[in-house]
């Protein structure tokens, strides 16, 4: 594994993650200065979601964002959903992207969370296999979607 820190992520944070989700979404406009900054800060302060980095040769390299939603069911324990996984093209293949999930579920597990979803529009083998090695399953559940029209 690339020689990194794998931490939470801070206020300062902002313009790398912005730079690495080019990478997740290379067509998604670009976010006004202003409405970035209030969506950050939402995100840091929300209680309920963690944004983990890897953080190598003194750039974001790797990320994905935990949210710990409250339950009502399952003893009233929280789930997790994991989101907006990248890693920079490359840092790909040194275990960054492994050690920011594996960080997310250490997190999710302390907070007490009885299960973590993710989910992937890749259909590429090579991406289904880094899921699961890092300990998620397929075909545990059946995942739909909505997208706004």
């Not at 990478?23 to 200065?33: G, R």
Request: with cysteine.
């Amino acid at each position: 594994m690339d020689r990194a820190i794998i931490r939470r992520a801070t206020s300062g944070d902002l313009p790398g993650l912005l730079e690495l989700f080019r990478h997740l979404n290379p067509d998604d406009p670009a976010l006004a200065p202003a409405d970035a900054e209030a969506i950050w800060g939402t995100l840091l302060h929300s209680g309920l979601i963690t944004v983990l980095v890897a953080e190598s040769d003194g750039m974001l390299a790797a990320t994905c964002t935990l949210a710990i939603i409250p339950n009502l069911t399952r003893g009233a324990r929280p789930f997790g959903v994991i989101e907006n996984v990248v890693t920079r093209p490359e840092h790909r293949r040194r275990g960054l992207g492994h050690a920011v999930l594996t960080e997310a579920l250490s997190v999710a597990w302390a907070a007490g969370c009885y299960k973590v979803m993710l989910a992937t529009g890749s259909r590429r083998p090579e991406t289904l296999r880094f899921y699961e090695r890092a300990g998620f399953e397929r075909g545990g559940k059946t995942f739909f979607q909505a997208r706004r029209p």
